[in-house]
């Protein structure tokens, strides 16, 4: 997943300075990334941690100490349905193979949710299998977005850029892997 975390922020028009959220952080890889992309950025990573996975946040404060970031990052029990920020809080999100794991969420709304507390003029981030049957039309969402000011709207086919082709990222079941970016 290195790889990937490497494309995501890639991506991100990101200038450093500011808080970043990570939406469903898992084990903290992604959080921890960005923070030694970024050394002067404050990283907020929130994920359920479902049994299921493993993670928890004593891991991610671990991981993050391990790496020399702890400082920087901070990590939380949250709920991508409905996120415990106010509107505006951050001036960049980022999230990786999160969404599709959400059960009977819209998938639209919940980029929706994540969109909600990016501050204005904030940057975003955010990669997924994107299958048409859970996800729906993205380019109309992406132009959606673009209708409600959004700039710089666009969708990045990881599944080439991140594992080299299509093929390849379906044998891991990422196959429709898109990396919705922009800024707010």
Not at 11 to 40: F, M, N, Q
Not at 110 to 115: C, D, G, M
Not at 129 to 144: C, H, I, S, T
Not at 161 to 169: D, Y
Request: net charge neutral; proline share 2%.
């Amino acid at each position: 997943m290195e790889g990937v975390h490497h494309t995501v922020l890639s991506h991100l028009d990101y200038d450093g300075k500011g808080k970043l959220l990570d939406v469903g952080c898992g084990s903290g890889a992604l959080s921890i990334r960005a923070a030694l992309t970024w050394p002067e950025t404050k990283v907020t990573g929130i994920d359920y941690w479902g049994a299921a996975y493993g993670y928890g946040q004593a891991m991610c404060e671990k991981n993050a100490a391990g790496e020399g970031v702890g400082s920087q990052c901070t990590f939380q029990h949250g709920d991508a349905n409905k996120l415990d920020f106010p509107d505006e809080s951050f001036d960049a999100v980022v999230s990786n193979y999160v969404y599709h794991n959400i059960t009977g969420a819209n998938k639209q709304a919940l980029l929706l949710e994540s969109l909600r507390v990016l501050k204005k003029g904030g940057v975003f981030a955010l990669n997924d299998d994107m299958k048409p049957r859970m996800y729906g039309n993205m380019e109309a969402f992406a132009q959606k977005l673009r209708d409600m000011g959004y700039q710089e709207v666009r969708l990045i086919d990881t599944a080439k850029e991140a594992f080299g082709s299509r093929r390849r990222a379906a044998m891991m079941l990422l196959g429709d892997s898109r990396l919705l970016v922009g800024r707010k």
